[in-house]
Structure formats: C-alpha cells, structure tokens
C-alpha cells in the first residue's frame, strides 16, 4: 500500500506512465536454456527440468540517487510460464532511470515476517516447510558427463552466516525494453566438476557459493 | 453534511472492531508486549473460527486420519496425551514430544530447537511432514475448495472464497493466537483476586522455584525462550542435537527451546523427547541426574540441591500453574457448532 502511494506520488506529477520491460533468459554461454532441451558445454551436457526463482524489491536509479521502489515486493520467475519471464514495471520513459537494483532471492526481513500473498505464498512449493524459509532458486535436471547424473539444487538461507540472497546493481541505458540473462555455465560446469553435491536442499556454505556463481553471471542487455 | 456523516460512521465502526479485537485478544495486565505483529494479521471472530474448523479438521493430512487436534488435545492444554514421540498419520510415530499450544503470541521461534521462525509458517511444518500429515499446501487447499463449508466460511472471514496459502496460514494463527492461558491460580494469587492465597507447600514452592528454576522459566511466561542445555543425557537412539540442527553451531549442542511451565500438570509426558512420565521424575533429573557435557547451562552444574520436602513443595506449586478457565474454554474445543 505504501509503496504504492510512494510511487504514485514519485511518479505521476512528474512525467506520463510508460513501461520498462524485462525479459529474462536462463543462458548457457550464448544459447538459450529451455526446459527439457538439452545443452552442450564443454564436452558435457546438460538438461533442466525445473527452474524457479525468486526476484525481489526493484529499485531504480538515477545518478546513484533512488527514484523509484517497485510496488510487488517480488517475483517468482518459472521457466515453465512463459508470463513469469516478462517482468513489467510503470516506469517512465525518458525519466532517465540508468541503474536497476534488485535482489536475487528473499531477504532476512522478508524471511521472517509469516505468511505473504502472491509470488510469496507459500503454496507456490518455494519455501521451506521444516525449517522457515523461502527457496530462493530451484534449479532440477540431469547431465551426461559422462554417466546420467540427476541434480537437485534448492538454493535458500536466509539467516547469517548462510545467507543466499544476492544483490544485484546492473547499469542500463534509456531504452524500455531489456534483457536479464543470466548464465547457467559457471554454476555448471562447477556442478559436473565436484559431482559430489548434486542435491542441496538445505542452507549451507555449498548453497551460498551456488548462489553467487549464479549472481555473478547476471547481466543487463538492451 | 453528507461527509460528515461518513466520517462518523467510519469512526464507530473503527471503535466497534476496535473494541472486538479486544475482546478476542487481550495483553494480561503486566505482561510484555505479544512478538507477534497483529497490525499484519488483525484477528476478527470469522477467521478465528475458521482457524479453528481447520485446526480440527483431518482434512489436512493425507488420509483423512489426523488433525492438528490429534497430537495437540485441547484438554491438554494442546500436547498429545500419553504419548512420548507423537503419532501421525498410519501411526508413523514422529521423533519428538508435541509441546502445549499455550501463549503463541510471546514465541520468538517455534519448535523444539526453533526451526520455525513465525507462528504464520508452523502449520506447514507438520502438514507436509511425511511422518505427521503427509500432505502438501496446494493439494489441501484443493480439497477445502471443493467443499461448501470451507467456501462459506474463507467468504466469511476474506469476503472472498478465494483459498490461498496466506489465507489458511494466518486464519490458523488467529485461532492459536486465541489460545491465551493466565487465569491459573497462580495468576489469580498474584493479581490478588478475592483474597485467594497459596497454600503453605506453594508459597515454599514459589520461593524455590523463583531460587532455582526461574533463570531460564521466567515469568509470566514460564520461559525465557531461549536455547539451553538442562542436563538430559542425549538418547542414542534419536541422537537429537537439538537447535545445532538449525545454526550449525556447536555450541548450540544438545540445547532445546525453554518451555513455558504453564498446565505443566495436565502435559505429561515430559522433555523434547517426553522421557518423563511424572513431575516427580523431573525433579528427580534436575537434582541428581543431570548429565555433564560441554554445553550444559552452567546453574545445572551440581545440579539442584533438593530435599524430598522441597520437591513436594514445588510440585505443589507447579500444580498452582493449572488454567482451569483456559483448559475448559468451549471457544477452544471442537467446534462442534460450525456446520
């Protein structure tokens, strides 16, 4: 609700509604990752069956200086709904925004303040019934390295010191419509290499590092 | 004119559900202020009583067997009765104690070792624990869709039958958050009702427990919530390491959550992992069975110098934490009325 009104009055005096549109793709390298479609990498190869996960609290930027807070508190991105890969924030043209900020996953305050609606229900399967938390990214397959291997990555932890939340600062030009990429490769090819922890299911150290090899591999495109 | 009047209708009915919370829910006088945020949950008597269908409805697990009533009877002050490890759905027998559901409003964490970290999120705990109810948040939400009852009362509370998680979570709350016990004869000794007194044994009792026991069971709540180590040796069997499961921490070791000692009479059995039948054998431990290891509570080290006498008297005043008004509360039982 106040986040709202703060924006309606940031916003609306000021310039006209106009939109700035995210897409967000899963890549590997330069290919594009579906589901169940297999890719190559470096010999290997790998294939997702599931892929979920959370965005959260936009902020946009201007000169360093907060123009504007998004209204939903977060996004639950699902590679299965093609709607969940577009994201579509009221921001305004030639407002000169050059800087989104986000968080990749569910901070400690989000984690702890009980049931939430929308993309934070937990009914949605990304939240931790046996110990408190959201799942911040789910990430499920297999890969041929050269056995079949299944791997299981639910990627949470809120409280310190495994803490999964990233965050994330991405300079952007004026243009209204960008790409999130996000490489797939690093988190990969470190999966396939160790072998020896496909299935993270819980907070932990192993969780955290996943969590940035991710983080790092995110960038902005027009 | 017409704005006016607005405006005064807006204000009594801000009064009116003002005063209803109230009467739903109140801070016993001197106590502290409830953890729980109600500004983002306010409790309204349609939802609690939707929470309160829920929590007795088998429904929830499964195979239709068990409720959140059946390991937590409201006569026992909510823990299961006569069972040490709780039994869920096809008699799976679980790995701890159900603990009484007494006061939820003051808990910072939830669970023996706090793994649940809001009262909202507690629920889910059991409902998809393959050994308690077995079932998943969707589905469940599926099969209260399809029934009447359940669409009439979600309009009732949300003014929408819409069934979300958010929904069922926090109407479950508002009927736990109902569930407030300060009306023991402890309670009524204190606020000095009608010249009611403790006995002789209970008063000597008071003064040992406030001597010995009350670092950790601090009143009024009977717990300080915090994580500690009372010297009960590990089962190797279960090899529970209590709140070092959540934090990782080893000396977090074999610590449990405090208990709150209120109904303490009616909750037999005992402990995490309800090892003690009797009160008797709880003191019997605290006097001359604790087991040393790196993080016991440092006040337990000897152990507590009892006299058989004392024991009596501080049993005697245990029983003194007894609510009769909260364990016979009907607004708490089976809503039978609830169609």
Same mark, same amino acid.
């Given at each position: 609700?106040?986040?709202? /009104? ?34 190559? @990498?470096? *010999? ?31 996004? @639950? ?41 929308? /993309? ?12 408190? *938390? ?26 310190? %010191? ?59 495109? %027009? | ?339």
């Amino acid at each position: 609700m106040i986040r709202t /009104a703060t924006y309606l009055v940031f916003f609306l005096p000021l310039f006209g509604w106009g939109q700035l549109i995210v897409e967000i793709n899963l890549k590997a390298g330069n290919e594009l990752v579906e589901l169940n479609e297999p890719v190559r @990498l470096n *010999g290997y190869s790998f294939q997702l069956e599931q892929a979920r996960l959370y965005l959260s609290k936009f902020e946009f930027y201007q000169n360093g200086h907060l123009k504007a807070t998004d209204s939903t508190l977060a996004y @639950l991105v699902d590679l299965e709904i093609d709607s969940t890969r577009k994201l579509i924030f009221p921001v305004v043209q030639g407002s000169g925004i050059d800087e989104i900020r986000f968080l990749f996953g569910i901070d400690s305050l989000t984690n702890t303040s009980g049931a939430m609606n929308g /993309a934070l229900d937990p009914m949605h399967g990304m939240y931790w019934s046996w110990q408190s *938390g959201y799942i911040n990214c789910k990430l499920e397959g297999t890969f041929t390295a050269p056995e079949r291997e299944t791997f299981q990555l639910h990627l949470g932890g809120y409280a310190h %010191p495994f803490s999964g939340v990233q965050r994330i600062l991405l300079k952007t030009d004026k243009t209204n419509v960008c790409r999130l990429d996000i490489d797939l490769n690093a988190l990969m090819e470190r999966v396939i290499r160790t072998k020896s922890e496909l299935h993270v299911m819980s907070p932990g150290s192993r969780a955290v590092e996943y969590a940035q090899l991710l983080a790092k591999s995110i960038e902005l495109k %027009p | 004119m017409k704005r006016l009047e607005l405006i005064c209708l807006m204000v009594l009915l801000i009064t009116i559900s003002f005063r209803y919370t109230e009467k739903l829910w109140k801070k016993p006088l001197d106590w502290p202020e409830p953890v729980y945020n109600f500004k983002k949950n306010p409790l309204d008597s349609a939802t609690v009583q939707l929470g309160r269908v829920l929590f007795y409805d088998p429904v929830l697990s499964s195979d239709s067997s068990i409720s959140c009533a059946s390991c937590h009877s409201p006569y026992n002050a909510f823990t299961h009765v006569d069972h040490a490890l709780s039994h869920g759905i096809k008699d799976r027998i679980g790995t701890r104690n159900s603990p009484v559901l007494v006061n939820l409003a003051w808990g910072k964490s939830f669970m023996w070792d706090g793994a649940v970290n809001h009262l909202d999120m507690q629920a889910l705990a059991p409902l998809e624990n393959h050994v308690e109810m077995d079932e998943t948040l969707p589905h469940v939400l599926q099969k209260l869709a399809k029934q009447e009852k359940y669409r009439r009362l979600f309009e009732a509370a949300f003014h929408s039958e819409t069934m979300t998680g958010e929904r069922f979570l926090k109407a479950i709350s508002q009927f736990m958050l109902t569930l407030v016990s300060s009306d023991s004869k402890y309670d009524r000794v204190l606020r000095g009702e009608n010249g009611i007194q403790f006995t002789e044994m209970e008063r000597k009792g008071y003064a040992l427990f406030k001597e010995h026991c009350a670092s950790c069971h601090t009143e009024p709540l009977f717990t300080n919530q915090t994580f500690q180590n009372n010297g009960l040796a590990p089962d190797s069997i279960l090899q529970d390491v209590g709140r070092m499961k959540i934090t990782g921490k080893s000396s977090d070791s074999l610590k449990f959550k405090v208990p709150t000692l209120r109904n303490i009479e009616r909750s037999a059995p005992y402990m995490h992992d309800g090892r003690y039948r009797s009160l008797q054998m709880v003191l019997f431990h605290y006097s001359t069975d604790i087991h040393s290891s790196a993080t016991l509570a440092p006040q337990l080290r000897n152990g507590i110098r009892l006299s058989e006498d004392d024991k009596r008297n501080l049993i005697a005043f245990l029983k003194t934490l007894t609510d009769n008004t909260f364990l016979n509360n009907k607004q708490f039982q089976y809503p039978r009325t609830i169609k």
